[in-house]
């Protein structure tokens, strides 16, 4: 397939004025869902709103929803009539002051007490339409009784006719101008009033002697009006010419949903053909999103009941009976590459790349890709031309690309007249039917070629060695690397272990490895860094990176975000951090202790990165293959400490699984909360508003006092910290590899009164001490003749071994029937379990063994030197790891499966294991591969 150069250039002009007009949204948007699921109160979803803190409001059915990109807060509305209830409009005031109007009427957001306040009952109890603020302190409210006014506490009605019943009374849009001019969209007509005097005027749409004047909402651009409607679609008024013209035709004349950008587009939400991008200047609809099953960008219903795109440009839709759609967001860090009209790298998973100013080979598992942009040439090699499609090696050669294919052997590929060639079809094993895996060149500009058949070398087209597990030092299988390192050593590596090609010898080495090197293991990746240190990526367990000379070498540190992953590939910056692809993420390594996370939030399609070496441009442009796509980004150009639009925020503490009784205080920089000495059990929510899927995102947090170093979070946005001691904590956290991020809170845990009254006792007790001992040392120094002292006789203590003999002295046990209970003590409890019973107690347990309570508590202090409490528990701990290994944790919360395992409560359970183990249950989870819901 090859392209001339007349008819790309044709195609890319075109491309090129059909893209200049809506650059904001070529790109693709990826929508999640939320509904009843996920935890909204109701699937109706009419209203939507997002806050300067970067909350988004919902109004549904019957509350109002605040959601941060993870958790959703209730704010149920109350009342018996549920026809009124559903949320109209939702508006924000000065200091984030959050309104809502229903049917009800009209309601305020109380923070500290979490609930919904009627605001001014007795005046405005009219159904609550649509709500505008000025920005100035004013809010004008559309209601079914006429336009409200509240300023500073005051509430004005204006009727825009005098009988209060009349439809033009019922407004459903507000529209405020630069002119002080306020436009009312209502049931019957559209009304200016002008704030300065308050003179309305109307203006009718009138077509063939009807009126057409029953409007849903309004939006504004420029000297224009656009009014939704019911049965007409969208109506344009020219504010001066005061004419009425039908605008675009959206393919539903059901406007449930109307706003714009301000400047060209109209964003409008239908009840039945989905959402509508609108350009005005162009008077056409640019982008469409409709429920399309199996389509990309499909949302899940047409019918849409409210609509909003935000300053950030994520789209929410809100559905009759569907809960909410919403688009992901992605920062635009990484792009996946395509070459329109004829080729895209979307969802290809890429193998392998070679990549110069302007030419541009991509290997696939779909072929060979050839693009030159700046000659506009293009040309695609596959199945039957290829004898196979899947190329697993691209490496340019003398001015040629060497092309190594799996089952097909190994091509050259011409770029100055696009031809491709056998590269030795004298020999069918491997250059025609085997596998290449590698094509690297040395010093001596000889090409070197693992394959399935051993090792090449070919010095100017010829043949000059060929290296096997039978002739040389070659371990045995398939060779996947070949690395020529900076000493001119070739480090080979093979399906079996690695050998060494030495310069001064020519020849394959095994017997220079230190011992415990990595030599024996199957290695994918070697690559030498700026400073000369090699890294090695195995194909199973951690990188391991060493000298030149293998005298220092090292496995890469445990508990970092590598563990449990397997390399792809290590790409040194100019920065001198290492990027390093994983089957499960991208990270950045600045070589110390700092893994920068870059995955679906910074536009990496998936998180599979593929064995494909990566490149670095003239232009700066890193290119990375991925499980779908060839991506890249501009490293020159990107400042890669990851910014956000909003700052990270704590959203609520919970305290003992409450709300906390005293509200957090503002104090210079740090919110504080005060709490009493029994409230120990701290919940933190937090969300950096980010609104792309929670699984992507990670955290550091660090609770200074408890914790000592900082804590990684992946996929959730809270953490718990049971029975806490009483003093001063402050909670930290931080979007991880960004310090400057962190937000903090100071806890301070009050002393229980009993500490108080001891410190007290003691206090006084000194005293009282001090001052007998200075009345005594007068009286003695009164005494003209001193008697002779006896030196006084020394206390009586018992050691603790003492007490404890003295405490058992009546029970005559020996080893032998010790150890005879021990064993019959085990074998009960791994028959009956007797420890899932929270309320078990020792005297409970010796009757089950025959025995007396005083019997057992001797056989645990004096014989198994084991608190009874510690042992029973410990049982518990076992019986939960036995469940979760069973995926119990699939069915139950951990709370459930604590009572199972015999814990009276979550808080126990929590301590306990923490106790025993040294890390939380969920830490436990995750380390053993399991998912908790």
């Not at 899940?300 to 950030?312: A, E, F, I, K, Q």
């Not at 006792?761 to 040392?777: P, T």
């Not at 120094?781 to 002292?789: D, K, S």
Request: net charge negative; with cysteine; glycine share 8%.
């Amino acid at each position: 397939m090859y392209y001339t150069v007349k008819n790309i250039s044709r195609y890319i002009i075109l491309l090129l004025f059909l893209f200049s007009f809506f650059p904001s949204y070529c790109h693709t948007y990826v929508f999640r869902g939320l509904s009843v699921t996920e935890g909204l109160s109701d699937l109706v979803v009419n209203a939507l709103y997002k806050d300067s803190i970067g909350y988004v409001w919902i109004g549904t059915g019957n509350s109002l929803e605040r959601y941060d990109g993870t958790r959703l807060k209730h704010f149920l509305i109350s009342g018996a009539n549920e026809k009124i209830k559903r949320v109209n409009a939702i508006a924000e005031m000065e200091g984030n002051q959050i309104w809502m109007g229903n049917g009800m009427g009209l309601w305020r957001v109380n923070t500290e007490k979490n609930i919904l306040e009627p605001i001014a009952t007795e005046t405005l109890h009219y159904g609550v339409r649509t709500l505008l603020p000025d920005g100035k302190g004013t809010l004008y409210i559309g209601s079914e009784a006429g336009l409200f006014i509240y300023k500073k506490g005051n509430l004005e009605q204006i009727l825009i006719d005098s009988n209060i019943l009349s439809s033009s009374n019922i407004i459903t849009g507000l529209s405020l101008d630069e002119n002080d001019i306020l436009w009312m969209a209502t049931n019957n007509g559209l009304y200016s009033l002008t704030l300065t005097d308050k003179k309305i005027t109307p203006y009718h749409n009138i077509v063939e002697d009807k009126h057409v004047c029953s409007y849903n909402n309004v939006a504004r651009i420029g000297n224009r009006l656009y009014l939704g409607t019911m049965g007409q679609g969208i109506i344009s008024f020219d504010t001066q010419t005061h004419r009425f013209s039908h605008s675009v035709d959206v393919g539903c004349n059901v406007i449930s949903s109307l706003s714009s950008d301000g400047k060209d587009i109209l964003y409008v939400g239908t009840d039945g053909n989905g959402v509508h991008f609108v350009s005005t200047r162009q008077m056409k609809t640019i982008r469409s999103f409709r429920h399309e099953p199996g389509q990309d960008e499909s949302i899940r219903s047409n019918s849409v009941y409210s609509l909003l795109v935000d300053r950030d440009g994520l789209i929410w839709i809100g559905f009759y009976q569907l809960g909410l759609d919403y688009s992901l967001y992605q920062s635009g860090l990484f792009s996946t590459y395509s070459y329109p009209p004829y080729f895209d790298s979307k969802d290809m998973p890429v193998r392998s790349i070679a990549i110069t100013e302007h030419e541009k080979l991509i290997g696939s598992r779909d072929g060979l890709f050839y693009i030159n942009e700046k000659e506009h040439r293009f040309k695609n090699f596959k199945s039957p031309e290829l004898r196979s499609s899947m190329i697993f090696c691209i490496y340019k050669f003398q001015d040629k690309y060497y092309i190594g294919t799996y089952g097909g052997g190994m091509y050259i590929f011409d770029p100055a007249d696009l031809s491709i060639h056998d590269f030795e079809p004298d020999e069918p094993q491997p250059f025609m039917r085997g596998q290449i895996f590698c094509i690297k060149s040395d010093y001596k500009n000889q090409l070197w070629i693992g394959t399935s058949m051993g090792l090449y070398c070919y010095k100017d087209g010829e043949k000059i060695k060929h290296y096997t597990s039978a002739n040389s030092k070659l371990p045995e299988g398939n060779v996947y690397e070949i690395y020529f390192d900076s000493t001119q050593k070739g480090w080979i590596c093979t399906e079996n272990g690695m050998c060494i090609w030495d310069p001064s010898s020519e020849s394959l080495k095994t017997d220079i490895f230190p011992e415990n090197f990595i030599h024996k293991e199957k290695i994918r990746v070697v690559y030498e860094d700026s400073s000369h240190n090699l890294y090695f990526l195995p194909d199973k367990g951690s990188l391991c990176i060493s000298d030149l000379s293998m005298s220092r070498f090292k496995r890469l540190q445990p508990d970092t975000q590598l563990e449990g992953k397997d390399g792809m590939f290590i790409l040194e910056d100019d920065e001198n951090w290492l990027w390093i692809g994983t089957n499960n993420g991208l990270y950045r390594y600045d070589k110390k202790e700092t893994f920068i996370p870059y995955n679906f939030i910074d536009g990496i399609p998936s998180s599979i990165f593929t064995l494909c070496p990566p490149m670095q441009d003239k232009q700066g442009n890193i290119w990375m293959g991925n499980s779908k796509g060839l991506i890249y980004m501009n490293f020159k150009q990107n400042n890669l400490m990851k910014s956000y639009n909003y700052p990270l925020t704590i959203t609520d503490i919970y305290v003992n699984g409450k709300k906390p009784i005293h509200p957090v205080i503002e104090s210079k920089e740090v919110s504080e909360i005060q709490l009493e000495s029994s409230q120990n059990n701290l919940t933190f929510h937090f969300s950096g508003f980010t609104y792309t899927d929670p699984a992507y995102m990670t955290y550091e947090y660090k609770l200074e006092g408890e914790d000592e170093d900082w804590q990684i979070l992946t996929g959730t946005s809270e953490i718990t910290y049971y029975d806490l001691s009483s003093g001063t904590y402050l909670f930290k956290v931080r979007y991880i590899g960004n310090p400057e991020s962190v937000v903090c809170t100071a806890v301070h845990i009050a002393y229980p009164i009993e500490t108080w009254s001891i410190i007290a006792v003691s206090i006084a007790l000194v005293f009282i001490g001090y001052v007998y001992y200075q009345r005594k040392r007068k009286v003695k120094q009164a005494q003209a003749a001193p008697a002779i002292q006896l030196p006084e006789e020394e206390p009586k203590t018992v050691k603790p071994e003492k007490a404890a003999e003295e405490k058992y002295k009546t029970n005559k046990i020996s080893a032998e029937e010790c150890q005879h209970l021990t064993e019959k003590l085990e074998a009960l409890m791994l028959r009956d379990k007797p420890y899932t019973n929270p309320d078990l107690k020792i005297a409970d347990l010796a009757t089950m063994l025959g025995r007396s309570a005083h019997t057992l508590s001797y056989l645990f202090n004096q014989y198994l030197n084991r608190n009874y409490y510690d042992y029973i528990n410990d049982y518990r701990i076992e019986e939960f790891k036995r469940l979760i290994n069973q995926d119990e944790s699939s069915k139950y919360t951990l709370g459930a499966l604590a009572e199972l395992c015999g814990f009276s409560s979550r808080a126990s359970f929590f301590r306990y294991f923490k106790k025993a183990t040294g890390i939380t249950p969920n830490e436990y989870i995750r380390s053993i591969g399991k998912n908790n819901e």
